[in-house]
């Protein structure tokens, strides 16, 4: 089966679509699968600030498709559009790109929610509504975890 993945686009947001682009080195790619408007929007402007690229999957399918490819460090996902069984896509997420910082963006975030998705190898949570300055602060620790080589999850077991 062949999978045509479309050139680069930019949407109404601003946000990338399709295959990802060239960045400047050392900069940060991130790659989301986020439901609200708003929060895109939020993150186009963090990105657009501090100079990462970012790239919005449709499907899940899709993000796993980019950071297989990518290798991105860090991947924002929305608990709502991962569905019921959001545990499994995170480790199907996970199984894409191991050293990907998944970052779960849920409106509950409490500490049994953030052992399930460190266990099933995510990172950690990012609270809706998001808060500028709240994402900031997480997509840097996870870019700074990301970049170290370790995983938190082999601490865990």
Do not use: H
Request: charged share 20%; net charge positive.
């Amino acid at each position: 089966m062949k999978q045509v993945l479309e050139r680069v686009r930019v949407n109404a947001r601003g946000i990338l679509q399709g295959r990802q682009a060239a960045r400047a080195p050392g900069s940060l790619a991130i790659l989301a699968f986020l439901k609200e408007p708003n929060d895109c929007n939020l993150l186009q402007a963090a990105a657009t600030t501090n100079r990462w690229q970012v790239t919005l999957a449709r499907s899940e399918p899709e993000l796993c498709t980019f950071l297989a490819r990518t290798q991105a460090p860090v991947a924002l996902c929305d608990r709502d559009l991962l569905g019921p069984n959001w545990g499994a896509a995170v480790q199907r997420i996970a199984a894409c790109s191991p050293r990907t910082c998944i970052l779960l963006v849920t409106k509950v975030a409490d500490f049994y929610l953030w052992d399930e998705v460190v266990r099933r190898g995510g990172y950690d949570l990012v609270s809706k509504p998001l808060q500028p300055s709240e994402l900031v602060r997480a997509l840097k620790l996870a870019w700074a975890y990301s970049s170290s080589g370790t995983r938190l999850a082999s601490f865990m077991k």
